[in-house]
């Protein structure tokens, strides 16, 4: 680049630069004493030259003055810095108005010097971090940029001194119905060194930032705040190299950011990465914690992962096999992760794409197997259609012939499942493994209650006929030894019912292990021994046409029925068992 073209360049620039150099001066807590601000002719300060032309010590040279519990500094152009020492960098010649501010519990007081500066930097012209940032000499207009939205983790947050992705990172979108976020610009111009941020009258900020007096109207949306900010004022942005780090600092008369209002600490951003196209800031929030920013160059288009993906026949019977072949990675982006769902409740899951995903199918039928590839950018969903023609050698069946479906807590719910004396819900299934891969199940828990049970009753005017389907099945999770009682009765009897009971146990065979838990009514008595009326004994219930139909409404499920000491806990699913009628008279 000519000499000539900076000089032109220069009579355009008259913003300056600092940084604060070591950590604020506190001799006094704002709570030691009530003491009134010194006046400006008691206050002083020196300026000093610094590692090179460009660069100068300021100092605060008073610190006996006892109250004071800040030093600030507003170097004559919106820069700012705070601290009883900080270092200021002029690459550029002119006259600023240098303005030292110290605060006490009553009050402050401010000093102003002139200072003026005859080199010129010329090395930030060169500098690669400043050409990304700006788009150097040559953009005029400078170089606008926002928030990377289509980026995992394009904001994020962490500890402090972490990288800023433990505790959370934000998906691609995520934050799409906030509505205010993702269509906010901000512009880095070397003319002048300004910032320019435009938010179209809204921004999106943290939760301490929404009391700021720039902004009004906060509404929480999406785990954060949305604030109208009409007018953002243009700001100044510096650069400084410490060590192998490079540091944005951002400051103006209205709050100024990189499009999301983290309240960085001092304004001031580490750069992590920042290349032609993207961005990678990371701050201290005003929370305290690690706060990070994706951003990317305004109107680029992101290439595309893309990669083959196939599904075939694999070794043994009923297995099919996911393959990922010439997987194509533009430069920055990645691949974070694979999942297939098989269409029968087995979802696998890889950290790569380099393993074949495979899986053996127990039951004939036709799936739709979903494969999705996670990237940094968007991802890559495919489905297939699956025929599996047989059964698997292995596959036990579980609904027998004339049986139905009552309740899967998926998808089929004949009727709810409730419970008396111990709470059942809906829950994550513990174990998706075969037999039963279900998404959800249902937990019972009875808690010194002797006989607390989950049952279901049937609609009003509804009865099991257990007369040629007389066996009831339910998948079983829980601690070995632990018996399921499954119970029949009749809920006509209101306090009575359960005289009419009959009843078939189950013993758990092994901890945490689905099993298929039958029960098998067929010679099963009902009632007592009593020989007396309402309810006499009944040897078989299936074979008894008062029981064996128009009679039974509800089943339950006992986990060690009478044991009512400490906390019983098991699992059940796919509830099924006989046909269920509707009653053929007025009897309710």
């Known amino acids: 680049m000519k000499k000539a073209k900076y000089f032109n360049l220069i009579w355009g620039l008259f913003l300056a630069m600092a940084f604060v150099a070591c950590e604020p001066f506190q001799e006094d807590k704002p709570e030691a004493g009530y003491v009134q601000p010194p006046a400006s002719s008691e206050l002083d300060f020196s300026i000093t030259p610094g590692t090179d032309n460009f660069r100068f010590n300021l100092e605060f040279t008073k610190p006996a003055i006892h109250g004071v519990y800040q030093v600030s500094w507003n170097l004559g152009n919106s820069a700012s810095a705070t601290g009883s020492k900080v270092t200021a960098y002029y690459p550029l010649p002119g006259e600023y108005t240098i303005t030292m501010t110290i605060k006490t519990n009553m009050g402050s007081s401010s000093i102003s010097k002139k200072w003026t500066t005859t080199k010129t930097d010329y090395s930030i012209f060169n500098d690669p971090v400043t050409i990304a940032l700006s788009g150097g000499v040559e953009a005029l207009e400078g170089k606008t940029w926002a928030i990377d939205s289509l980026a995992k983790g394009h904001l994020s ?26 269509d906010d610009r901000i512009t880095f111009k070397l003319d002048g060194f300004k910032a320019i941020y435009v938010n179209h009258g809204k921004s999106f900020v943290k939760g301490p930032r929404r009391t700021d007096p720039a902004y009004s109207n906060p509404v929480s949306t999406t785990g954060d705040w949305a604030v109208d900010y009409p007018n953002p004022q243009p700001g100044s942005w510096s650069l400084e190299k410490r060590g192998d780090k490079n540091f944005l600092k951002l400051a103006g008369p209205t709050p100024i950011y990189p499009c999301y209002d983290a309240g960085a600490k001092n304004g001031e951003y580490e750069i992590l990465s920042i290349d032609e196209n993207f961005m990678d800031l990371l701050c201290t929030d005003v929370e305290g914690n690690a706060w990070r920013t994706k951003l990317i160059r305004a109107g680029y288009v992101k290439p595309l992962v893309t990669m083959d ?75 297939f259609p699956v025929a599996i023609a047989a059964n698997h050698p292995d596959y036990v069946p579980f609904l027998l012939d004339m049986m139905v479906m009552y309740n899967d807590f998926s998808e089929v719910i004949l009727a709810p499942v409730q419970g008396q004396d111990c709470s059942v819900s809906v829950v994550a299934n513990p174990s998706r493994t075969y037999p039963n891969k279900s998404a959800y199940v249902a937990k019972s828990v009875k808690v010194n209650q002797q006989f607390g049970n989950a049952y279901m009753k049937l609609p009003a005017g509804y009865r099991f006929d257990i ?52 029960f098998d009514f067929a010679g099963t008595p009902a009632g007592f021994d009593w020989g007396w009326w309402p309810n006499p004994f009944r040897p078989d219930v299936t074979k008894d046409d008062e029981l064996n139909h128009d009679y039974y409404d509800v089943v339950r499920l006992f986990v060690n029925s009478g044991n009512g000491e400490g906390t019983h806990t098991f699992y059940f699913d796919d509830l099924a068992g006989p046909h269920v009628e509707g009653l053929k008279s007025a009897r309710k």
């Open 467 to 518: 007369r040629t389907q007389h066996v009831f099945k339910a998948m079983v999770y829980g601690k070995a030894g632990d018996v399921i009682l499954m119970k029949l009765e009749n809920t006509d009897k209101g306090g009575d019912a359960w005289f009419t009971g009959t009843e078939k146990a189950y013993t758990i065979k092994k901890d945490n292990t689905w099993e298929v838990a039958e």
């Open 157 to 182: 947050v962490g500890p402090v001194g972490t990288d800023g992705t433990l505790w959370w990172q934000a998906g691609p979108l995520e934050k799409k119905d906030a509505l205010v976020l993702y």
């Open 309 to 383: 993906i196939a599904i075939a026949a694999g070794a043994g019977i009923n297995s099919q096999q996911v393959t990922f072949s010439n997987a194509v990675i533009p430069n920055g982006e990645s691949v974070t992760g694979v999942k297939v769902d098989f269409g029968d409740g087995t979802v696998e899951e890889s950290a790569t794409y380099s393993t074949p995903v495979s899986h053996t199918y127990m039951r004939k039928g036709n799936y739709t197997v979903t494969v999705t590839v996670f990237t940094s950018a968007d991802n890559i969903v495919k489905t």
